[in-house]
C-alpha cells in the first residue's frame, strides 16, 4: 500500500469527521424538541423535523468519505495506484467538509433548538423555524460543493 | 388574477329574517362577517343601533360544547377501533345529519351517562388508592395480635409507633427503661428505614413515657377507623379493593359499550358548533327594533348568489368597491396545478392587498428544483403513488390536502429530472446488471448527461436557472413600480442590474464559453450599467442620498452570492445520487448466494429509505428556500390577512354542500 493511498484515506477520515457536528446538532435540537413535547405531544411530528436538519451535514461528510474511498479502490478491494500528490490533493479536498461540517451543524443544532422553542408557543411558524435552520445549511452545502469539485478534479490513472 | 377581487357589502333586513338569513349565509359560505365595534364607538350610530344577539347565547353553547368535547375524550380512550393517520372529517349529507342531530334528546341522555359513568369511575379509583395506601400502611403490622382500635386496657395504655432503625431494638428498650421502669416495649417488625413497636405502659405514666419517646424518637401512628387485629384489616380492606376492581370493571365495560354513541355525540357537538358560530354572526350585526344590518367582505365571483340571496329575504344591500388603500382580506384562486404551491406562499406569508400573488409564477421552479435536487425515476414515483394514495384514502383538508398534493407533483418532477440525468434507485440497474446478469450494460443512460460525471455543467445549469429565478423575481418589482409611474426606480433598482448581470457575465465567460468577442460587449455592458446605477439616484433622492448609487453598487457581492446560492441545486442532486450508488455498491458486495440476496434486499431497503427520508427532506427544504430567501427577497412583502368566511367549521363532519 502506498503513502498515496493512506493520505487519501486520511482525506476520508477528516471528511467524515463532519458527522460530530451533526451528532452535536441532532443533539442540541433533541434536547430542545423534548421539552416541546413535554408540554404538547402533539407536536412529534413537527419537531422531529426540525431535529432531522443538522443531519445532513453528517450525511455530506459520509458522502465525501465513500467517494474517496471508492476512488482509491477502498471499497471494491482492490486498490488503486495513487501517487503520493494525488492522495494530499484527495486529503485536502476532504478538509472543507470535514471542517465546516463540524462548525455548522453544531451552529444549524443550536439554531433548529431555538426554533423549537419557536414553535412551541406558535404551532404555524414552522416553515420561518426551519428556513433560519436552512439558512445555516447552506455554508456547508457550498463545503460539500468545494470539497467535490476538488476531489472531481482528481483522475487516478 | 390570482388574488379573488373582494366586494364589500352591507345589508339591511328585517328582524324576523335575521336567522334563517345568518344560516343561509353560512350554508354559503363565501362571506366574510367584519365586526361592527368601530360603529358602536360612534355616537351617529349608538343613537339609532344596537348590538345584536348576545353574549349569554354563545356562552351557553360554549359550555355545552366544552361538555361533549370532555366526553368525547372520555369516549376516546375506551375506542378500540383502528385510528386513522391523519384525522379527517366524515363526509355526510345534509339530510342524514339532520336526522341524527334532531335527536339530541336522546343524545343528550347518553352523554349525561357518560359523565355520570366517569365521575363514578373517578370515586371509585379514589376509593381504591385509599384502601390501597391503608394496606401498604398495615403490612407491617401483621404480626400484631391486638386489636387497632384497643389503646386502653383498664390499667395500661397501648400505644403503637415507629423509630428509625439507626438505633437498634436493644437501644431502645434501654433508652425506655431509663425514663420509666413501667413500661413494655417489642419489636413488631423492621425494614429498612423503620422499627415497628408497640409500647405497653401503666396508666399515669404518660409524661415519662413521652420524655422516653422524645428520647428515641417515636413516631405514634393511630388507626383510624379500622377495627380488628392488623391481619383481620387487611383480609377485609383486600376484598374491599377486590370488589371496587370489579365495580370499576363494569363501569369501563358500560363505558366501552357507549363508545358506540361515539359517533353521533361527535356529530352533536358539530350541530353545536354551528350554532354557537351562528350566535357568534349575530353578534356581528346592529339592530334597531324591526331591522338588523350586517356588513361584511365577499368575493366579486359570488356577487350574483349573494343578491339573489339578499332579494329572496327582501333586504335592502349594497355591494362596492373597497377604497384603494383599504386592506383586503386574501382569497387565493388558481387552477388546480398552481393551487398546491400555495401552501409555501400561505407558509411564508399571504401578499398584502397591493401585492400580486406570486404562486403561479414560482409553482414551477418551486416543483423543478424540488425535482433537482431529488432527482430519482423510482423515488419520483414513489413520491407520487404515496401521495396519490393518501389523497384517495384519507378525506384531507386545507394545508395538509395542499401539502400532500404538492408532494404528488413534485414527485412527478423528480422522476422527470430522473430521466434527465439517469437515475432510477441511483446506479441500481447497472449494479444489478453486473451482479446477477455480468453484464455491465444495463446502467440507465441519461436522457441530457450524468452530473455525477460531468459536475461543472449542471453547476453552471444551475447558476442559470437561478439567474433565470432571480431575473423573474425582480421582473416583478419594476412591474410593482412602473405601475406606481415610478419608471426611474424601476431602471435603478432592477434594468440597470439585468444589465450588470448579463454583462458581467459576458464579460467574464463569454470569450472562453460561448463566442469570442463577447466579453468585450459584456465589459461595455457592465460598465455602462455602472454608471446608470451611480448616476440614477441623483435624479430620485435629494440631498446626500444622491450618493446612493455609491452604496448600491457594493450590492453587486448580494447578486452573486444569491446567483451562488443556486449551487445547492447540484449539491444536493449529487447527495441523492452519490448515498443511492454508495447503497447499491454495499449491497453490491454481498455474495450471490441466497442469504447474500437477501442481505442485498435489506441493505437496499434500508438505505434507499433513509436517502429517500433525508434528502426527501433537504429537496422540500431547501426548494423552499430558494422561493423565500432569493426569489421572495427581491420584491415580496407579504402581510395579507387571510380570507376567513363564515362557514360551517366544524369538527367531526362535513357536511356536502347542495348545489345551489
Known amino acids: ?157 | 388574477m390570482a388574488v379573488e377581487r373582494m366586494n364589500k357589502f352591507f345589508v339591511i333586513g328585517l328582524d324576523e329574517f335575521r336567522d334563517s338569513l345568518i344560516n343561509k349565509l353560512m350554508d354559503f359560505g363565501v362571506t366574510q362577517l367584519s365586526s361592527q365595534e368601530s360603529k358602536l364607538a360612534d355616537e351617529e350610530w349608538t343613537a339609532l343601533v344596537n348590538k345584536g344577539g348576545n353574549d349569554e347565547d354563545v356562552s351557553k353553547l360554549e359550555s355545552k360544547i366544552n361538555v361533549i368535547e370532555n366526553v368525547v375524550k372520555t369516549l376516546d380512550a375506551y375506542d378500540t377501533s383502528k385510528k386513522p393517520l391523519f384525522k379527517c372529517r366524515e363526509s355526510v349529507n345534509k339530510e342524514a345529519f339532520e336526522k341524527v342531530v334532531s335527536n339530541d334528546v336522546s343524545i343528550d341522555e347518553r352523554i349525561d351517562k357518560v359523565r355520570e359513568l366517569s365521575s363514578s369511575l373517578k370515586n371509585l379509583n379514589g376509593k381504591k388508592n385509599k384502601i390501597e395506601t391503608t394496606i401498604v400502611g398495615l403490612l407491617p403490622w401483621e404480626e400484631y395480635s391486638i386489636p387497632v382500635e384497643k389503646t386502653e386496657t383498664k390499667y395500661t395504655q397501648i400505644n403503637l409507633g415507629t423509630v428509625s432503625n439507626a438505633l437498634n431494638i436493644a437501644e431502645v428498650k434501654e433508652a425506655m427503661e431509663m425514663a420509666t421502669s413501667m413500661c413494655e416495649v417489642s419489636q413488631i417488625a423492621s425494614d429498612d428505614g423503620q422499627i415497628y413497636l408497640s409500647v405497653f405502659f401503666v396508666k399515669g405514666e404518660e409524661d415519662k413515657v413521652k420524655e422516653g419517646y422524645k428520647e428515641i424518637g417515636f413516631n405514634r401512628i393511630v388507626f383510624k377507623d379500622l377495627e380488628g387485629t392488623p391481619s383481620q384489616c387487611i383480609k377485609k380492606l383486600t376484598k374491599e379493593k377486590e370488589e371496587t376492581d370489579s365495580e370499576i370493571e363494569k363501569i369501563e365495560l358500560a363505558l366501552a359499550e357507549m363508545v358506540s354513541y361515539l359517533k353521533e355525540i361527535k356529530w352533536l357537538h358539530d350541530k353545536f358548533a354551528m350554532e354557537r358560530d351562528a350566535a357568534k354572526a349575530n353578534r356581528k350585526t346592529l339592530q334597531t327594533k324591526r331591522t338588523f344590518y350586517l356588513e361584511g367582505w365577499v368575493p366579486t365571483r359570488a356577487d350574483e348568489a349573494i343578491s339573489k340571496l339578499f332579494d329572496e329575504y327582501d333586504c335592502y344591500y349594497e355591494l362596492y368597491e373597497p377604497e384603494a388603500e383599504e386592506e383586503k382580506p386574501i382569497l387565493f384562486n388558481n387552477n388546480s396545478l398552481v393551487q398546491p404551491v400555495e401552501v409555501i406562499t400561505e407558509l411564508y406569508s399571504l401578499p398584502n392587498s397591493k401585492e400580486i400573488d406570486p404562486t403561479p409564477i414560482y409553482s414551477m421552479f418551486y416543483l423543478g428544483f424540488f425535482g433537482l435536487m431529488f432527482g430519482d425515476i423510482a423515488y419520483g414515483i414513489i413520491l407520487t403513488l404515496v401521495c396519490t394514495l393518501m389523497l384517495k384514502k384519507f378525506n384531507l383538508e386545507g394545508t395538509v390536502y395542499k401539502l400532500v398534493k404538492s408532494f404528488a407533483y413534485a414527485g412527478v418532477a423528480t422522476a422527470f429530472w430522473g430521466i434527465m440525468f439517469g437515475s432510477c434507485f441511483g446506479d441500481l440497474t447497472g449494479v444489478i446488471g453486473v451482479k446477477f446478469f455480468d453484464n455491465p450494460d444495463m446502467l440507465l443512460k441519461p436522457l441530457w448527461f450524468d452530473p455525477i460525471t460531468n459536475p461543472i455543467k449542471l453547476l453552471m445549469y444551475s447558476c442559470i436557472f437561478g439567474t433565470i429565478h432571480i431575473f423573474i423575481g425582480m421582473g416583478i418589482k419594476a412591474r410593482a413600480y412602473i405601475k406606481e409611474g415610478k419608471f426611474l426606480e424601476a431602471f435603478n433598482d432592477v434594468f440597470c442590474w439585468y444589465l450588470m448581470i448579463i454583462g458581467l457575465v459576458l464579460w467574464l465567460a463569454g470569450d472562453s464559453y460561448i463566442k469570442e468577442g463577447l466579453g468585450v460587449v459584456g465589459q461595455w455592458i457592465t460598465i455602462g450599467a455602472t454608471a446608470g446605477i451611480l448616476v440614477l439616484p441623483f435624479f430620485i433622492s435629494k440631498g446626500i442620498g444622491k450618493a446612493v448609487g455609491l452604496w448600491n453598487l457594493y450590492g453587486v457581492t448580494s447578486y452573486i452570492s444569491d446567483i451562488l446560492s443556486y449551487s445547492r441545486l447540484l449539491a444536493l442532486g449529487l447527495a441523492t445520487t452519490v448515498i443511492s450508488q454508495v447503497v447499491n455498491m454495499l449491497g453490491g458486495f454481498m455474495s450471490n448466494s441466497i442469504i447474500g440476496v437477501i442481505l442485498f434486499l435489506v441493505i437496499l431497503v434500508i438505505g434507499h429509505v433513509f436517502n429517500f427520508a433525508i434528502n426527501g427532506l433537504g429537496a422540500f427544504v431547501h426548494s423552499c428556500r430558494l422561493q423565500y430567501v432569493e426569489f421572495f427577497g427581491k420584491f415580496y412583502e407579504g402581510g395579507g390577512t387571510p380570507f376567513e368566511p363564515f362557514n360551517k367549521k366544524t369538527k367531526y363532519v362535513q357536511l356536502i354542500k347542495e348545489e345551489i
Not at chain 1, 43 to 58: I, M
Not at chain 1, 72 to 92: H, K, S
Not at chain 1, 136 to 144: G, H, K, S, W, Y
Request: proline residues 3%; aromatic residues 6%.
Open chain 1, 1 to 157: 500500500m502506498s503513502l498515496g493511498i493512506a493520505l487519501a484515506i486520511g482525506g476520508a477520515a477528516i471528511a467524515a469527521c463532519a458527522c460530530g457536528g451533526s451528532g452535536l446538532g441532532v443533539g442540541a435540537a433533541g434536547e430542545a424538541a423534548s421539552g416541546v413535547i413535554a408540554e404538547d405531544p402533539n407536536k412529534f411530528g413537527q419537531t422531529l423535523l426540525l431535529q432531522a436538519l443538522p443531519g445532513t451535514q453528517g450525511i455530506y461528510g459520509l458522502l465525501m468519505a465513500f467517494l474517496i474511498l471508492a476512488k482509491v479502490g477502498m471499497l471494491g478491494g482492490d486498490p488503486a495506484a495513487v501517487t503520493t500528490e494525488q492522495g494530499l490533493y484527495l486529503m485536502f479536498s476532504g478538509i472543507p467538509i470535514g471542517i465546516v461540517g463540524i462548525l455548522s451543524g453544531y451552529a444549524q443544532g443550536k439554531c433548529v433548538a431555538s426554533g423549537l422553542t419557536l414553535i412551541a408557543k406558535r404551532p404555524g411558524e414552522i416553515a420561518k423555524a426551519i428556513i433560519y435552520g436552512a439558512m445555516v445549511e447552506t455554508f456547508a452545502i457550498l463545503a460539500l460543493l468545494v470539497s467535490f469539485l476538488m476531489y472531481n478534479s482528481v483522475a487516478l490513472g
